[in-house]
């Protein structure tokens, strides 16, 4: 079988030498590389030819690319790199991988010109100083074709392992039977849509109930779409680690189940968890895994791709057995993996590295997102940002005096901002506040420019990102985002605001992400409306819809609406004596384990301390404000099989989705509210841009994401077929038929409870 790689992919794998080096060094965002690039180009006349594609074959190896451009008045090929502050300091096998990049380059110019001799050049263009640094020299055909060959070389035996494992794959997912005996109720029918969803090309909105395997489903539809359709990669992407889990589960079932299939799944987890020495900065001076790092790598990377599951843990002793940073190396494995798994920020965020990947790769890839309700608000997350006047203040009093002067500048600026805030006009951003800032990112990075190597910069570096972060989000400014002014009372110092860049609509952003993948299938059980989840995330308007009916009956569940009790914040301390009774009578006709969750921490304690005082022989324990894994873990092992007791914990919080309490662990709950968002000058102000741009301003905002906050709890009593329940929904609100809509068809609802 064939095989074809980047050229950047060539040299990566076989000119990458010495330390793993991350120490901080500016350098130009995509955009000013961009930028440079042209720049360069528009120096060199009409007849120069840029973004040149090449290709070229060594043994059955396929290599291809973009050359950056070639001047035909010089004769030369020119690999352009965009920098900024002093080259010297450039490392070396920084510019040894570059100059493998422009020779593979210049053979493929040789090779499809006919070319006898040609000058190759690096070009470095500083970003600040708009200088060229040329490096040239001059190669016969001949001895670029030896350089091609020997890279090719070098890459062929992995190549040929990666066309075999590739082979092997395909044919072993073409022949993949379903793990399990049979598909459970509507397994099946979602499995089909995400394999259809493939085939077209197009994205897909499952709405499936908690029960029915949707990761199984999901999985295996998209594996088995992968050969037919040649995906590259698939990509499983969850909002928290409970999803990573499932899915690293699901794929050791479909491995197990085809040994011969050889699927290499990996885990991707975030650098605070997967750091072996959070003390020592990225460089091989510091760290000794990063020392030696890319020298001990290849090493490492066999190691790890023979492990049956690439998972965090098994990772880490291949990494420390080899003495490579296990962060890094994960990294490194995403290039040669089948399934990776990770956070939604891999490949949504603005600096998402699976995204980056893709787009470098030309990988043809498919995206699943589980639980992909929560997608709005962690998008919104991404593409928000803010800076504290406080903050820069205090940076400036220890600053060198080329920061502390573009601080200077900022500091004017801001009273600006004050004035228009004053006068009810800060809709967007002063040019001269964001031109302030500009020039003192440019000061940051010239002083980082001239600092002695590996300097720590500390909470310059920081303030830097910051900044940096700010005004990107502020050159992609619109009608998606708005700004928020807070500045607290100073008590007679000096006033110091915060603002902030707050995202309302996240689509504008997440678009180049549904169009980088050929299918995205976003599932979760909570998704209704469908315009809701297109509109707020910017999918294709081809995007199917699917509603994967309940395999669970009504007679498995009860569901019972309250409606003589308000749970509004004005009637709160009215509703916790009824809350109560209602809690101890249930209990009472069926002891067992219940979950009684509440809109707000302050709104659990007032019921929960009430109930224990007034119920003294039920047993209960609360959900508490940030709470970490080993309590998270100890609040769940209080639901054991057998048990009866109450837990009591917040709507929308860690024990509302993501958990499974199958049998007796769990046979019902309680939901004392209607999940709304609360009320505030940020709600308001995207309830108003909601309506305006969609018109329907408090469903979008209040509503739906509330419903779905109601549904995911419920969801937690009937996780089996085998399970039986009862959930109480109190409020009167529920009673409205447009709340009643938004539940799930299956669920019957009894009459309004008024005992």
């Keep these: 079988m064939p095989y074809t790689v ?53 043994a059955g190896l396929t290599v291809r690319g973009r050359a950056d451009g070639y001047d035909p008045a010089r004769h030369r090929l020119e690999e352009i790199k965009t920098h900024r502050g002093d080259l010297a300091r450039q490392p070396a096998n920084h510019r040894y991988l570059h100059w493998a990049q422009a020779k593979v380059y210049g053979w493929l110019l040789c090779e499809a010109r006919g070319f006898a001799e040609l000058n190759v050049a690096l070009i470095y263009f500083d970003i600040a100083s708009q200088e060229e640094t040329v490096f040239v020299e001059t190669h016969s055909a001949q001895a670029l074709r030896e350089f091609f060959e020997a890279s090719c070389q070098d890459f062929l035996a992995w190549a040929e392992q990666e066309a075999e494992h590739r082979s092997r794959r395909d044919d072993g997912l073409q022949a993949l039977a379903f793990p399990h005996p049979s598909f459970r109720t509507g397994q099946r029918e979602l499995a089909a849509s995400v394999y259809k969803g493939v085939a077209s090309g197009r994205c897909l909105l499952a709405q499936a109930p908690t029960g029915i395997g949707k990761t199984m489903g999901t999985v295996f539809g998209m594996l088995k779409g992968a050969k037919p359709h040649g995906l590259d990669k698939v990509f499983y992407l969850t909002a928290k680690s409970t999803g990573r889990a499932m899915a690293l589960d699901a794929a050791r079932k479909i491995g197990d189940s085809a040994p011969a299939l050889g699927l290499r799944v990996l885990e991707l987890t975030a650098r605070a968890k997967a750091c072996e020495h959070p003390d020592k900065a990225c460089h091989g001076d510091a760290c000794p895994l990063a020392r030696g790092f890319y020298d001990r790598l290849p090493a490492a990377r066999r190691a790890s791709l023979g492990l049956p599951r690439m998972d965090s843990a098994a ?33 949504f965020d603005s600096s998402a590295m699976l995204h980056a990947m893709t787009l470098a790769g030309e990988w043809r890839v498919g995206v699943l997102a589980d639980e992909a309700h929560n997608l709005v608000e962690r998008a919104r997350a991404m593409y928000s940002a803010d800076l504290r006047q406080a903050d820069l203040r205090a940076l400036r009093a220890t600053a060198p005096a080329l920061i502390r002067s573009a601080l200077d500048k900022v500091s004017r600026a801001w009273t600006s901002l004050r004035k228009a805030q004053a006068e009810g006009r800060l809709e967007t951003l002063p040019d001269g506040f964001v031109t302030a800032l500009k020039f003192a990112s440019s000061a940051f990075e010239a002083h980082f420019a ?18 940096l972060g700010f005004v990107r989000l502020a050159e992609s400014f619109g009608s998606h985002s708005v700004l928020e002014w807070s500045e607290p009372d100073s008590a007679g110092g000096r006033p110091a605001a915060t603002i902030r860049i707050q995202n309302l609509i996240p689509a504008p952003f997440l678009k180049p992400r549904f169009a980088a993948a050929r299918s995205v299938t976003l599932f979760s059980a909570t998704l209704t409306p469908a315009r809701y989840c297109t509109d707020m995330l910017g999918l294709p308007a081809d995007t199917a819809w699917i509603d994967v009916d309940s395999p669970f009956g009504p007679d498995q569940l009860q569901v019972e609406v309250v409606s003589r009790i308000s749970t509004r914040y004005g009637d709160r301390q009215r509703s916790v004596a009824p809350i109560c009774a209602l809690i101890a009578q249930q209990f009472a006709r069926r002891r067992g384990n219940y979950l009684a969750f509440f809109s707000s921490f302050e709104y659990l304690e007032l019921v929960a301390s009430e109930f224990a005082r007034s119920h003294p022989d039920i047993p209960t324990w609360m959900q508490a404000r940030g ?41 019902g709950a309680f939901v ?12 308001e102000q995207l309830k108003a841009c909601l309506h305006t741009v969609f018109g329907a301003g408090y469903d979008y905002t209040y509503l739906y994401p509330g419903i779905q906050k109601v549904v995911q709890a419920a969801g937690r009593v009937i996780r089996t077929q085998e399970d039986r329940g009862i959930v109480y929904l109190i409020d009167d609100r529920f009673a409205r038929p447009a709340v009643r809509e938004l539940l799930p068809a299956w669920w019957r609802i009894g009459s309004p409870a008024t005992a």
């Design 672 to 683: 004392a509210t209607l999940g709304l968002p609360q009320m505030n000058p940020r709600n």
């Design 315 to 347: 990772l880490r002793s291949v990494a420390l057995q080899h003495e490579v940073c296990p962060y890094y190396l994960a990294q490194e494995l995403c290039r040669w993996a089948d399934l990776v798994v990770g956070d939604f920020n891999y490949f």
């Design 6 to 58: 980047a050229v950047r992919a060539l040299c990566d794998f076989t000119a990458r030498r010495g330390d793993l080096d991350l120490r901080f060094t500016p350098s130009p965002s995509a955009q000013e590389g961009i930028a440079g690039h042209q720049w360069v180009a528009g120096r060199r006349g009409d007849s120069y030819e840029t973004e040149i594609s090449l290709r070229g074959e060594f």
């Design 627 to 667: 709470m970490d894994e080993a309590q998270r873990r100890q609040f769940l092992e209080r639901f054991a099989p057998g048990g009866a007791g109450v837990g009591f914990a917040v709507l929308g919080g860690s024990f509302g989705e993501g958990i499974d309490l199958r049998g007796d662990r769990l046979i």
């Design 450 to 467: 001239e600092a002695p190597p590996g300097a720590d910069h500390g909470s310059l570096q920081q303030a830097y990102f910051d900044i």
